[in-house]
């Protein structure tokens, strides 16, 4: 059987990128420290997916087939957190009239969704 170990994501700047999803999602580099061009994030208690950050020069998709929901009880606060910490809010063109999810790029431009799990 298998399961997913890591989602992986392309980062111009991996430091950056890392700095920003170990605030964002509570996670901590898996080996202790951040390279410049490779590095594992992992939940501190050690359940879940972990996110590795690849060194990548590929410009990021507006519309990505693949990208990271991210499920909140409560999306305007977490939305708001994420924006505070270098997310900013995408003028996503496919929104339907009443979406359950908010779309933010990290600070490398890769879309994820707020899913809003309380509707």
């Known amino acids: 059987m298998l399961n997913i170990g890591t989602i992986v994501l392309g980062a111009a700047d991996v430091r950056r990128a890392?700095?920003?999803?170990?605030?964002?999602?509570?996670?901590?580099?898996?080996?202790?420290?951040?390279?410049?061009?490779?590095?594992?994030?992992?939940?501190?208690?050690?359940?879940?997916?972990?996110?590795?950050?690849?060194?990548s020069e590929t410009p990021v998709q507006e519309h990505p087939r693949v990208h990271l929901d991210l499920y909140a009880a409560d999306q305007s606060a977490e939305v708001d957190r994420l924006v505070s910490l270098g997310a900013e809010r995408v003028d996503w063109d496919l929104y339907s009239d009443d979406p359950d999810f908010v779309v933010l790029a990290d600070t490398e431009g890769n879309r994820f969704c707020v899913v809003d799990t309380s509707r």
């Open 18 to 55: 890392a700095d920003f999803w170990c605030r964002a999602l509570g996670y901590v580099p898996r080996d202790g420290e951040v390279e410049d061009d490779w590095t594992v994030l992992v939940p501190v208690d050690g359940r879940g997916p972990g996110l590795s950050l690849g060194l």
